[in-house]
């Protein structure tokens, strides 16, 4: 499910460092901040009007989580089991080549369990992303006569966007539920956050001409 604000804020690059401390610091996701395809910081893009910007920023916020596939678990399991009591006759028989026999099976399964024990636990990504676009103005700004100290390049700027927020999953392997209700609860958890957010820093229309 995707959820979409319109917004009105100050700078996107205030706006997006908020999301980016929401995501790390608080939920404790992982940011990818080498990769353009999982995070992109908001540039303004000058267009041919005068005192318009453009901007586009995205986060894809990855929590990692393993799996077990329980087929290749069981199987590793039976198999080392078997090979273990394959090497418990070998020293039960009297006879070389069967105590041989025996112990080159044995050791193979055992080898073979252990290799799909290894291989059964498969890590998969899941994760919240959340992409912001839209133009930026420069606006005169007035200090107005109770707060003489306000910063006026705060309001210098006034930003015009979307956002989008959506869910992101691993295709190759399925989300466990209890991986699935923690992104459903953190799902939430940023939904409401980003409304204080983006009530936070809105810009006070008093100090704009």
């Known amino acids: 499910m995707t959820q979409k ?11 997006f460092r908020a999301i980016e401390d929401l995501m790390r610091e608080e939920l404790h ?26 901007f586009e920023g995205w986060i894809k916020a990855i929590k990692v989580f393993t799996v077990r596939k329980l087929g290749l678990l069981i199987a590793g399991i039976v198999s080392v089991l078997l090979g273990l009591t394959l090497g418990i006759f070998a020293v039960l028989f009297h006879n ?12 193979a399964l055992i080898i073979i369990g252990v290799i799909f024990i290894r291989r059964s636990p498969k890590k998969g ?17 007035s200090l107005g006569k109770d707060n003489v ?4 390049s705060k309001y210098g700027i006034v930003s015009e966007g ?12 399925n989300v466990p539920s209890e991986i699935k209700k923690v992104l459903d609860m953190d799902y939430e958890r940023i939904r409401a956050r980003l409304n204080e957010i983006l009530a936070k820093y809105a810009p006070n229309p008093a100090y704009l001409i």
């Open 96 to 107: 070389p080549l069967s105590t041989i026999a025996f112990l080159i099976v044995g050791i």
């Open 149 to 152: 100290k306000e910063d006026r």
């Open 125 to 141: 990504q899941a994760g919240i992303s959340v992409s912001i676009k839209g133009e930026s103005y420069r606006v005169s700004t």
């Open 5 to 15: 604000w319109d917004f009105v804020v100050g700078s996107p690059q205030t706006l």
């Open 162 to 173: 979307r956002m989008y927020v959506w869910e992101e999953e691993n295709v190759e392997i």
């Open 29 to 54: 996701y992982t940011l990818s901040f080498g990769n353009p395809n999982l995070y992109n910081y908001p540039k303004l893009q000058q267009t041919g009007i005068t005192n318009v910007a453009t």
